[in-house]
């Protein structure tokens, strides 16, 4: 296999059998254009995820480190455990659902500016409008979203690419942390509730976050929140509005979008791939990986795995071999016979908005539905999910019709 089609725009559009070359024929793949160890298998990427002390997440200091500042998400160490203990608990469970609220409330102020039109842009009038105004509204920020939403996507652009967007994307970073500079102060005034000041409090083994630590976390929540669970949210709109029977199903039990979120982010996941380092020589497949190689995980190609799920390339909210309720951090499900979609990650970085990114995409889209009506594909001839960067794949712009009756 050549390298060359993971760069071309048939890769892009339709990367499925691409994927299935790459699982059958060559596991273990290197592209020496990117310079970096392919692996497209379920238990591969699986392995990559769950093994720490050999595939380390370092590779993160030369992305978002480098825009927001260094955080947990590039640590291997002890220091990842003590700061996602401070960080993670306001993203799950009981404290989450102090949240469920303002979700709502950000919803409906987005869901009344397009209600009673009968053709809605589903990407730019919603999706990609709530995940900013959630996680800023969480923060405690205050002010323009139009603002909050283009430093996001500045700081999205600075990851990678060139020094110019780099530039850009450090800017927006300072410009996000002059604004929230106010909220470190009086963290330990308890009238307080914001996650600033409840991170700011928190300690954990005698550690407290530094306010450099606290701003360039907050910068990462931005980054992760802001652009993953729009895709997510226009994705799942794709897939159930191509799925007549699922989308009769949907509105009848609206409580399907359950189903319909964990399904997606099996069969059309926003995050596509990650990447690591080797911390030492490392056998995978036959072949001896050097110390300090990248390794690129797909969890996209790892979704439609036949091994672990059949007839793999189908959208099925009912499908029986996999974990269709909340996503776990060690994977699988209680049900041995399901296994979970990796769209998450695994293991010791599991995505700590996970729960979060769940309610406001099911949430949104319940709301939508009771407000708007009926929803239907605008135009049948839009395009589906494309992959977007190295790691991101989505629907760009979805044309949706409500019908009352
Ligand atoms: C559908 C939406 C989302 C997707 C697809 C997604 C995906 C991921 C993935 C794949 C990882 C693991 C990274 C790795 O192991 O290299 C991750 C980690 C992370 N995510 Fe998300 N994410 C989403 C939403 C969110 C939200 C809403 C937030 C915050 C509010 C968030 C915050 C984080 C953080 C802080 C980490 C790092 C955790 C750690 O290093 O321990 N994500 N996410």
Same mark, same amino acid.
């Given at each position: ?21 790459m699982?059958?024929d ?6 020496? %254009?990117?310079?970096i160890?392919?692996?497209t298998?379920?238990d ?10 050999l ?9 978002t ?8 998400i ?12 401070i960080?993670?608990?306001d993203?799950v ?14 919803s409906r102020?987005?869901?009344?500016n397009?209600?009673?039109?009968q ?5 730019r ?9 959630v996680?800023?509204?969480m ?6 979203g ?11 652009m ?15 970073n ?13 963290v ?5 509730i ?10 954990v083994?005698g550690?407290?976050l ?7 976390f ?5 980054i992760a929140?802001g652009?993953?669970?729009d ?11 191509t ?16 189903n ?7 069969r059309?996941?926003p995050? %596509?791939?990650e ?6 020589q ?6 001896? %990986? ?15 795995d ?6 793999p390339?189908?959208f099925d909210?009912?499908?029986k071999?996999?974990n269709l ?11 041995p016979?399901r296994?979970?979609h990796l769209g ?8 700590i908005?996970y729960?979060?990114a ?6 949104g ?15 049948f001839?839009?395009t ?7 790691s991101f794949?989505a ?8 019908n009352?009756?």
């Open positions: 296999m050549d390298a060359s089609i993971l760069y071309s725009k048939e890769y892009r559009e339709k990367p499925e059998p691409i994927w299935e070359q699982r059958n060559h596991p273990l793949f290197y592209d020496e %254009i990117g310079e160890w392919w692996l298998r379920y591969d990427v699986e392995r990559v995820f769950t093994e720490h002390e595939f380390s997440s370092s590779t993160y200091e030369l992305t480190g480098q825009v927001v500042g260094p955080t947990l590039s640590r291997d160490d002890y220091g990842h455990v003590v700061r996602r203990s960080v993670a608990p993203f469970g009981k404290r989450l659902r102090t949240y469920q609220g303002l979700i709502e409330e950000c102020e987005l869901i009344a397009f209600e009673g039109n053709e809605v842009a589903l990407v009038e919603f999706s990609s409008l709530l995940p900013v105004d996680i800023s509204s923060l405690g920020m205050v002010g323009d139009h603002l909050f939403r283009q430093w996001v996507t500045d700081m999205i600075g990851l990678s690419g060139s020094a110019e967007r780099r530039k850009k994307g450090l800017e927006a300072a410009a996000f942390c002059k604004h929230i500079a106010p909220l470190l102060d009086d330990d005034d308890s009238g307080r914001d996650h600033v000041a409840k991170i700011a409090r928190a300690e083994d550690h407290r530094t306010e450099q630590e606290i701003s360039a907050c910068g990462l929540l931005f929140g652009e993953t669970t895709k997510a949210i226009a994705n799942m709109w794709w897939n159930v509005l799925h007549q029977e699922t989308l009769e199903r949907v509105k009848k039990d609206p409580a399907l979008w359950g319909a979120f964990s399904e997606t982010m099996r059309t996941p995050v %596509i791939s990447d690591r380092f080797t911390s030492q490392v056998e995978i497949h036959g072949v001896e %990986i050097p110390q300090g190689s990248r390794v690129r995980v797909c969890m996209g190609a790892a979704h439609l036949p091994t672990v799920f059949q007839q390339d189908e909210i009912f499908r071999d996999l309720s909340k996503e776990l951090r060690s994977g699988g499900s209680k049900d016979r296994s979970g998450f990650g695994l293991g010791k970085h599991f995505c908005g729960e979060l769940r309610v406001e995409s099911v949430t889209s319940q709301m939508i539905v009771e407000r708007c009506g009926s929803p239907e594909l605008a135009d001839t839009q589906g999910p494309v992959i977007q960067g190295n794949m629907v760009r712009e979805l044309r949706v019709r409500f009352r009756n």
